[in-house]
């Protein structure tokens, strides 16, 4: 069955601390994408990849970093610079234009 | 830079029509799309339409799309419980650099009986 897994489902955080948020998908597809949803203000774009070793900044990257080694995967970690990183953070991938976008099932972080 | 627009609530009583509505701003955008996310989960795709058409309709979903106004709406009708959910609204441009979706804040749906 070909899908988009994230995991954790659920994550906590220290502040000062690193984490990473995982990616994977099996659907073959070329792009990739990172959001953050906060309540109320939709999805915003982290950082997005259209071809493996290659990434690109979105609306809000500062405080985040990426990796695109494989195409199967992109991982997100969130850094200690990333000044309030508790929201849920949804993984998608996207075949090309027009088709559609697969999520995966979200990762929602809490700094403790 | 593209931006896409709605409200944020809407509340309607079991049986009746909702009508969901979004704006955007890009004059380009080919596709655009409805996404459905219920409680904790991903966004699931509704159904989308291509910037070319007025209408379409799928079982109890009817997405217009009035490209003049840019404005697209989402109408479920004989709305039920299993239809609450936030409901987003999203757009894609192909170009010469990556494409992107670009979403909206989403609409809350909720269902009195």
């Known amino acids: 069955d070909g899908g988009i897994t994230q995991s954790p489902k659920y994550l906590f955080r220290k502040e000062g601390q690193n984490v990473t948020l995982s990616c994977e998908q099996n659907l073959n597809h070329d792009a990739m994408y990172w959001y953050r949803q906060d309540p109320g203000q939709g999805l915003r774009l982290i950082y997005y990849?259209?071809?493996?070793?290659?990434?690109q900044k979105g609306d809000i990257a500062e405080g985040y970093s990426v990796s695109r080694e494989k195409k199967e995967s992109f991982p997100l970690t969130v850094t200690s610079a990333q000044k309030n990183p508790t929201a849920f953070y949804l993984c998608?991938?996207?075949?090309?234009?027009?088709?559609?976008?697969?999520f995966g099932q979200g990762t929602r972080l809490t700094v403790v | 830079g593209e931006d896409v627009e709605q409200s944020l609530f809407l509340s309607v009583r079991e049986g009746d029509s909702s009508v969901i509505n979004c704006t955007y701003t890009?004059?380009?955008?080919?596709?655009l799309y409805w996404y459905k996310q219920e409680p904790g989960a991903g966004l699931q795709l509704l159904t989308y339409i291509f910037s070319n058409m007025d209408m379409k309709q799928d079982q109890r979903l009817t997405v217009l799309l009035n490209k003049k106004d840019k404005h697209l709406s989402l109408r479920i009708a004989d709305t039920q419980t299993g239809d609450s959910a936030i409901y987003f609204c999203?757009?894609?441009?192909?170009?010469?650099?990556?494409?992107?979706?670009?979403f909206g804040s989403g609409t809350r749906l909720s269902i009195r009986p």
């Open positions: 990849s259209q071809i493996v070793n290659d990434f």
């Open positions: 999203a757009e894609s441009t192909p170009g010469s650099s990556a494409s992107k979706i670009i």
């Open positions: 890009d004059s380009s955008s080919t596709y």
């Open positions: 998608a991938t996207w075949g090309r234009v027009g088709t559609e976008a697969f």
